[in-house]
Every structure is written in C-alpha cells, then in structure tokens.
C-alpha cells in the first residue's frame, strides 16, 4: 500500500479525483502528523546530532589552525 499525495490545484482535477475514487482512496485536506517522513522525536534527536558534528568540526577547525600555526614557526627556525 502506498500514500498517494496531491496539491489543492491537482485536486481540482475531475481525472485526479476519479484516480482516487477508482483506487479505493478518498481525498480531501489530510493533516500530517509527521513531515518529511520523521516523528518530531526523530528530528530532534537528528538535529542535537547535527549540533553536537558542528561543535566536533568547530573544534578540528581550530585544531587545525593550531598546527598550521605550529608548521609555520617550524619553518622560520633555522635549521
């Protein structure tokens, strides 16, 4: 079984609401529970993952910047 979605606009169409009609699906206005396929538990746990990424990248960034900093010097010393 699958969900069959449609605009308001398509909706209009007396040959979108015979296809629904003719399969078995009724159509009008349908509230959602969830968006995008996710629960809104899904999206928040996606979304302090995303977070807590960031902050690992922020960090590696700096990290980085530390040791680009560290070659430099490195560099200048004479031999």
């Given at each position: 079984?699958h ?46 993952e ?10 590696l ?9 560290k ?9």
């Open positions: 079984m969900d069959v979605a449609a605009s308001e606009e398509e909706l209009k169409q007396l040959v979108i609401q015979e296809g629904f009609q003719e399969y078995g699906c009724g159509f009008g206005k349908v509230q959602r529970t969830t968006e995008g396929g996710c629960s809104l538990q899904e999206k928040e746990e996606l979304m302090r995303i977070l807590e990424q960031e902050a690992i990248i922020e960090e960034k700096q990290s980085i910047d530390i040791l680009k900093t070659m430099k010097e490195r560099r200048k010393q004479p031999a």
